[in-house]
């Protein structure tokens, strides 16, 4: 059964709207997890317009499950992770104009720089996913640079206008499964994955876990944390 890790940036981005102390992504942390979560996802951006510095130190202390921080490459924030050792981070693309990670990182057109931070981290003990797009190209770059995972970026299928676009990309994602799965990596996917496009993703044996905020947090406010997360992981067995 693949596991579900549930993504809070969206609470702090609720509450930086306000600049005040709530919602509390820590608290929102704890009410996933006993909802039943799996894992518990925080993306500590450059520009901190959501997650704080504050919120990463006091999850370290609280998640009773497991912190993916996600990351881009940057000094600033490799130095924080190898401080703060989260269970495990998770590499993304990150520019400054963009309202969520867009594309997958390249992994190939930096290899020698995703190598340095990948043998960082795993010096550390911290085993490093990378965010790709289903390619066999980047899978193959991602073994090669010593990844310990690839997240694969199933944004192009959750965002697929028509029944035969998402076949497409479902199919992308099967054979990236399996290229991965091939060249022993370890395997997440998330981006974009709702209440409707989940259960096939998760019917997917050889993902470990999925990741996933947006839907769950849009739903929360409807029905609560607790059930949005218990209706999400009924999605995953
Ligand atoms: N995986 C990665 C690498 C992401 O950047 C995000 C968005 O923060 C997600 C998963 C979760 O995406 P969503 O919020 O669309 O579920």
Do not use: W
């Amino acid at each position: 059964m693949v596991k579900l890790a549930i993504n809070v940036d969206h609470v702090a981005t609720l509450r930086q709207a306000r600049g005040i102390d709530e919602p509390d992504p820590v608290l929102a942390a704890g009410i996933c997890e006993l909802a039943g979560a799996a894992g518990i996802v925080v993306h500590l951006r450059e520009d901190r317009r959501h997650i704080q510095d504050r919120d990463v130190i006091l999850l370290r202390q609280t998640v009773k499950t497991k912190l993916n921080l996600e990351m881009g490459a940057a000094e600033e924030i490799i130095n924080i992770a190898l401080n703060l050792k989260p269970d495990m981070v998770t590499l993304v693309p990150e520019k400054r104009a963009e309202l969520t990670t867009e594309g997958g990182l390249d992994v190939i057109g930096q290899q020698q720089h995703l190598a340095r931070v990948i043998a960082q981290m795993k010096e550390a003990g911290i085993p490093v996913s990378l965010f790709i797009n289903p390619d066999a190209a980047q899978i193959k770059a991602a073994k090669k640079v010593g990844a310990t995972f690839v997240e694969i970026h199933t944004g192009r299928y959750s965002d697929a206008t028509s029944d035969e676009e998402q076949e497409r990309e479902f199919a992308m994602i099967v054979a990236a499964v399996n290229a991965a799965h091939g060249a022993g990596l370890r395997i997440n996917a998330g981006h974009g994955l709702n209440y409707r496009n989940t259960a096939r993703i998760a019917a997917l044996d050889k993902i470990e876990e999925l990741s996933i905020g947006h839907a769950v947090m849009a739903r929360a406010i409807y029905v609560g944390l607790d059930q949005a997360v218990r209706e999400m992981l009924d999605l995953c067995c």
